[in-house]
């Protein structure tokens, strides 16, 4: 509605918001009732626009060889509309400055005493002009600021959209250089400072030139004795512009610790279900709350230096005036009220701009120069230079030719990723590629893709790329949009997709088939099904060059061969692929294999986020303020407050007093007074006011940055003793809104908003006091506008609340956005789906936009009709004072109108603060929201297992069920299973038949039913420390942390440097990390992606090396691995872990075939369990066909290695009775499916 009634609804008020407040005064508002995004605000169009003018100046700074300016890039994109806002700031200064002159003349009718008519009729004229000031000052001022704030969230919407721009083009190098983290950071944070610094930048040139104006002004009216006030101005304006550049430097500081720290808290997020199963909960606790002490030191500085400056703002009216007037009376003139009045309200006016507006400018100046440098050195980095390929004319020109090329990643590590690779793929062509683990295989596909850049040779790729990646990425979504991504659904297609991809069994077990929702992690899919809803996307986006890197590892041997078979050979067989794999049973079917060694080759032939609704409950003040002082610290804050105030009003009291005594007795008998005594007085009153003010400024900030300091390690400790569940169902974008955008809430905004609210409300109450106290009937007028304004600030904080909140649920998708791009990277650009992606970035900033937008444009509503309100206090005060003239004198209607003027713009504003503080409320809440969510089991009880425990490592289910949640489906049922001492059991089935789901009941990542015992302990009865430490696990997603090697390996200090080394060494990654700069000292990059996947899964087994516990689980730890290293690993597996009980989940069959026992699962229920040999022999069992589907002759060789290990077991085995328990003791197995 705004555009078509622009100009009548800024005079009316705002008017068209009028039903927006109806709606939410009688229901909460929800998304559908906020307007549409103006065409001008869309961020797409204003992103263009600014990249445009960023662009041009890249290119100019080409030409130059200097550096690009971010800053120039600004100014020449906003610089015009800009500049028309300083009409509305001139205006609105120079009224400022004219109105004390009408307060003057008014002053002086009372003085002179003149009774004619012609005089009385010149008063009424100048109260006439005093009210019409006063209502122009009132829409001046909201007409500037409404426009000033749009121009902020314009620059801060276009920056973020240059920001996931930019993103979505990063090269590797230069993801090398930054992290999600530190993106987060500059889209919560840093683009923020925008919106602030719009506000103020127009005072940097306004201050000096009212001051100058101001200073005039005095001179006629009071002469030299305006200097002395003037110089405390001065005296503050340096004084102010060093606090300004001071904290400047500690909000770079800030900015650069609340990086590492957000980097942190994503990959604590990104990694807690591997962090809960190693019990490393303590050592990231230990790891953030040191990164969070160090940044709260820089906070503290930088709040305390933001005390000091709203403290100078509070004295400077009272030290400026108390300097003129010494002057002004040790000269020995006389004072007059009118004198008096004109000049506390000149320097009143001078003041909020000097000591408020120009400070603020300077400090927001200073702060949008270290966000510009920093987005800038963002927007710097290196982009991916992609390639561009064509179809031209049919489909027969599809080639993808490789010659003599060599690559790096870093080039400072000397070794190449690829050496002299050459090799040549056609249409219809399947080229294989199979190499031990770091051999390049990945880093083949990143060059195909341009995402590794080439160093020598040539990359001729002609037709449309497909991408798989070797970790799985979904995004939040269904899995059917999930699969389309943004194509038309076509049904024969999408049908053929789904069965060639064995997705249509999976589907119909899903409640909501391929509607159903799934988190930006795929938390309802299993790790099977999340690589083959990947591989389905590719499929369907009938691309010409598959690049497939080990789609097949994920999956069990007869998906895996149906895939393979229907889907690479079949689905595919037009077009060209590329299979990255460590299945050789395959490589038979592949025209050309590409054998990789050391970089070489040899051919061969989501729920939404809730928000809460209605007012802040008071708990939620009084735990925020208990968390940063006992309630006597809070106590001595509250007489500080008090005090400051009351000699505030003390000081004003002994300046008016003199005045209203020369009203009543003429001016001449100031000479009578005792000047000392009046001076010693009023000065004692000053110095206590300077000094109470800054007290209580400090100490505000003290106990307000310490309540953030509390309730984030509240929520951070809250956060870690979550179940799993809690990360599956909550995007990590919207966990990290919390420790981002709330926190940084918390540390910054809340503080100072509400310091500037107390000071304000004081002086509020004060203004009104001595009013009342010296002329009582402006309570006539006072009572009836008190009433309206209490309606009003109810009727507005309905609304207003609302769209606080809806402000705060929409910024979160767009964080979760960005982590999720940033995730699935490879496979948007491979996809060419930047552009979709950068449009959903857009859609989901303009939902933000419009709930911010209803923020600026309600705030002035409201503010508008309480200066309205202040408006009618000074006209009925101004013709009140005319209407009883003969009962007052100059002292009593200069102190009346001087402070019903002084309420004009404060009343607002405080009204305005209190209501930002209740809307900040909303971060505190949505803080504490976090530290009180459902926790799991507590992670130590009274009992404790000995040290030793388990000492054999027996593990038995009795009658388990297991879901992850409440009311969701059962992934186990009635699982009852004994697996003996020692025994190495493989665990097989179906994708999605609850292998990992028994793993998580015997971790209790959520708590089963029924029970489950290792040695003689029932684990449900132990605390999760306890059970989780003497489980060792090599995940099916490997997890590395930012940091160094041996911190990865060594938490908590516990191994010396030769046991770590040894470790390393017997997993064949001695090499590896020595030949790294800094050896185990080598900080990894973000999530370790500086190693490929099967390096990160032999740190892993590492780890597990390392804690010699007497359980292991493999969960398809060896599924991205090379064959070679496979062998290797179940070799070391055999030796090292001889003397423990092994639970692997595994695909590839090889790997469990030596297992003792095989333990087969279908939909939760066990089916099968036995020795492999055994079960073998039955050709209905459900083992003996999954071995058959891997092909006649690798099933003829699992066979013949499961006979000959029967063999081995029979011989070398002594038949032993180990009485484990005593009958009736323990549990009965009668029923149980044992073989």
């Known amino acids: 509605p705004l555009p078509v009634f622009q100009f009548i609804n800024n005079l009316c008020l705002n008017r068209w918001l009028n039903p927006l407040f109806i709606i939410g005064h009688k229901r909460k508002l929800e998304e559908d009732d906020m307007y549409k995004v103006l065409p001008e605000d869309s961020s797409e169009k204003l992103g263009e626009e600014l990249q445009w003018y960023w662009d041009k100046e890249v290119q100019k700074a080409k030409k130059r060889g200097k550096m690009p300016h971010l800053t120039k890039a600004i100014i020449l994109c906003y610089w015009k509309s800009y500049l028309v806002f300083g009409i509305f700031t001139m205006i609105e200064e120079t009224l400022k400055i004219v109105q004390p002159i009408f307060l003057g003349k008014i002053i002086n009718y009372f003085e002179r005493c003149d009774s004619s008519d012609e005089a009385l009729n010149f008063a009424y004229c100048y109260a006439a002009a005093l009210s019409v000031c006063t209502l122009i000052l009132a829409i001046m001022h909201h007409l500037y600021f ?20 930019k993103a979505l083009r990063l090269s590797n190098v230069a993801m090398a250089k930054t992290t999600t983290g530190q993106i987060v ?66 909000r770079s500081k800030t900015a650069a610790l609340t990086d590492v720290r957000i980097r942190t808290m994503n990959e604590v997020i990104s990694g807690m279900k591997i962090i809960k199963m190693y019990a490393w909960e303590k050592s990231f606790a230990e790891l953030v709350n040191g990164l969070r002490r160090k940044e709260i030191a820089m906070v503290m500085k930088s709040s305390y230096l933001r005390g000091l400056n709203l403290a100078s703002f509070f004295v400077a009216s009272k030290i400026t005036v108390f300097m003129t007037f010494m002057a002004y009376v040790l000269l020995g003139e006389v004072i007059s009220a009118s004198r008096v009045f004109v000049a506390v309200s000149l320097y009143g006016a001078v003041r909020l701009t000097v000591t408020l507006f120009f400070p603020a400018a300077v400090e927001r100046v200073s702060e949008a120069v270290v966000s510009i440098r920093r987005i800038k050195n963002f927007l710097i980095l290196d982009e991916v230079s992609h390639f561009k390929p064509q179809l031209h004319g049919n489909s027969e020109n599809v080639i993808l030719h490789v010659q003599d090329l060599t690559c790096y990643w870093d080039k400072s590590l000397e070794s190449p990723a690829l050496q002299q690779l050459s090799f040549t793929v056609r249409r219809g062509e399947l080229l294989a590629v199979i190499g031990p683990v770091g051999a390049g295989k990945s880093s083949l596909l990143s060059a195909v893709l341009g995402e590794l850049p080439k160093d020598k040779g040539l990359i001729n790729v002609t037709g449309r790329i497909a991408y798989v990646s070797q970790q799985p990425w979904v995004f939040s979504g269904t899995v059917r949009s999930n699969i389309l991504f943004d194509k038309e659904y076509e049904k024969e297609k999408y049908e053929k997709v789904l069965k060639v991809c064995a997705l249509k069994k999976d589907l119909e077990l899903l409640e909501n088939g391929d509607l159903t929702v799934i988190g930006d992690r795929g938390a309802t899919l299993s790790g099977g099904q999340k690589a083959r809803v990947n591989l389905a996307r590719a499929v369907y986006q009938d691309a010409d060059i598959y690049l497939l890197d080990d789609p097949l590892s ?91 105030q009351v000699s505030s009003w003390e000081a004003n009291h002994q300046e008016k007093l003199n005045v209203t005594t020369n009203g009543n007795n003429g001016a001449n008998e100031t000479e009578h007074l005792d000047l000392n005594f009046y001076l010693g007085i009023y000065a004692g009153l000053t110095v206590a006011t300077i000094l109470f003010g800054i007290i209580r400024s400090l100490l505000v900030f003290q106990v307000l940055v310490n309540s953030g300091q509390t309730l984030h390690n509240k929520m951070f400790q809250s ?79 309905d609304t207003s609340r609302d769209i606080k909140r809806l402000e705060s649920t929409t910024r979160s998708p767009v964080f979760s956005h960005l982590s999720s791009s940033l995730q699935g990277l490879w496979t948007i650009r491979a996809l060419k789906a930047e552009e979709r992606f950068q449009k959903l970035f857009d859609a989901h900033q303009d939902l933000h936009s419009e709930a911010w937008f209803l923020f600026l444009t309600t705030s002035r509503w409201f503010a508008v009709r309480l200066d309205a309100i202040c408006a009618i206090f000074v006209i009925v005060v101004a013709f009140g004072s005319l209407l009883l003239a003969k009962t007052l004198n100059a002292g009593q209607v200069g102190l009346a109108l001087s402070y019903a003027i002084t309420l004009m713009g404060t009343f607002q504003w405080g009204v305005r603060q209190s209501a930002e503080v209740e809307n900040l409320m909303i971060s505190v809440e949505r803080v504490m929201e976090y530290t009180e969510l459902e926790k799991e089991a507590p992670w130590e009880t009274n009992k404790h297992p000995p040290p030793e425990w388990p000492s054999q490592g027996m593990i038995a289910f ?36 609850g292998k990992s789901s028994l793993i998580a009941a015997l971790f209790r990542l959520a708590e089963p039913e029924g029970r489950i015992w290792i040695d003689k302990y029932l684990t449900s009865e132990l605390g999760l420390h306890d059970l989780r430490k003497k489980i060792s696990i090599i995940p099916q997603e490997p997890v590395l942390f930012t940091g160094t090697m041996r911190k990865n390996l060594d938490p908590f200090n516990e191994y010396t440097d030769e046991e770590l080394w040894n470790a390393l060494e017997e ?18 990059a973000e999530s370790g992606s500086n190693f490929s996947v099967g390096q990160r899964q032999l740190v892993c087994l590492a780890r597990a090396v390392l804690k010699k516990n007497r359980i292991l689980i493999i969960d398809e730890a060896t599924a991205n691995v090379d064959p070679r290293t496979d062998e290797f690993i179940q070799k070391t597996i055999r030796e090292k872990f001889a003397h423990c009980t092994v639970l692997t989940i595994a695909h590839r069959l090889n790997t469990i075939i030596d297992s003792d026992r095989i333990m087969v699962l279908d939909a939760g229920r066990l089916k099968e369990y036995g020795e492999p040999y055994i079960l ?13 589907q891997v092909g006649k002759t690798e099933a003829a060789s699992l066979i013949e290695t499961a006979k000959r290990y029967q063999i081995i077991n029979v011989i070398v085995s002594i038949p032993l009775a180990i009485k484990v328990f005593k009958k009736d003791q323990w549990i009965n197995f009668h029923n149980m499916p044992l073989r």
């Open 146 to 165: 409404y426009h000033v704030q749009r121009a902020g969230m314009k620059l801060r919407v276009a920056m973020c959209h240059m920001i996931y721009r």
């Open 554 to 644: 994920a999956v069990d041997a007869e998906v895996g061969r149906h895939l393979f078979e229907k889907c690479i050979c079949q689905a595919l067989h037009q077009k060209i692929s590329v299979l990255v794999t460590h299945q050789l049973q395959y490589l038979r079917a592949a025209n050309q294999i590409l054998i990789l060694k050391d970089a070489e080759n040899a051919l061969a032939a989501m729920p939404e986020e809730s928000r809460s609704e209605g007012k802040i409950n008071f708990k939620v003040y009084r735990k925020y303020f208990t968390a940063g002082a006992n309630y006597f610290v809070i106590f001595i804050l509250l007489v500080f407050n008090i005090l400051a």
């Open 958 to 993: 009795e009658n388990v069920n297991f879901t992850y949640s409440l009311d969701g489906p059962l992934v186990l049922r009635h699982l009852s299973v004994l697996i003996k001492p020692k025994e190495k059991v493989g665990i097989v089935g179906r994708t999605g038949a």
């Open 185 to 250: 950071n500059l889209l919560s944070n840093d683009v923020n400072k925008f919106d602030q610094v719009t506000i103020f930048l127009h005072f940097l040139w306004a201050g000096p030139i009212q001051a100058v104006a101001v200073t005039v002004l005095l001179w006629i009216e009071i002469g030299p004795s305006c200097l002395a006030g003037m110089a405390v101005l001065i005296i503050l304006l340096p004084v102010q512009t060093c606090i300004g550049r001071l904290f400047s430097s500690l």
């Open 719 to 797: 956060i870690l003793k979550a179940p799993v569940l809690f990360f599956d169902r909550n995007p990590i974008g919207r966990i990290l809104n919390r420790f981002s955008k709330d926190i940084g809430h918390l540390d910054d905004l809340l503080p100072l908003t509400f310091l500037d609210f107390v000071q304000t409300l004081l002086q509020i109450f004060g203004v009104v006091a001595v009013a009342v106290a010296v002329i009582p009937w402006i309570l006539i007028p006072l009572i009836p506008l008190f009433i309206l304004f209490i309606f009003l600030r109810r009727y507005f904080l």
């Open 1176 to 1188: 073998l022999q039955e050709q209905d069992g459900l083992f003996y066909k999954m071995v058959q």
């Open 1067 to 1084: 997993v064949q990654l001695k090499e590896v990390v020595e030949d790294l700069p800094n050896k185990m000292e080598m900080q990894l």
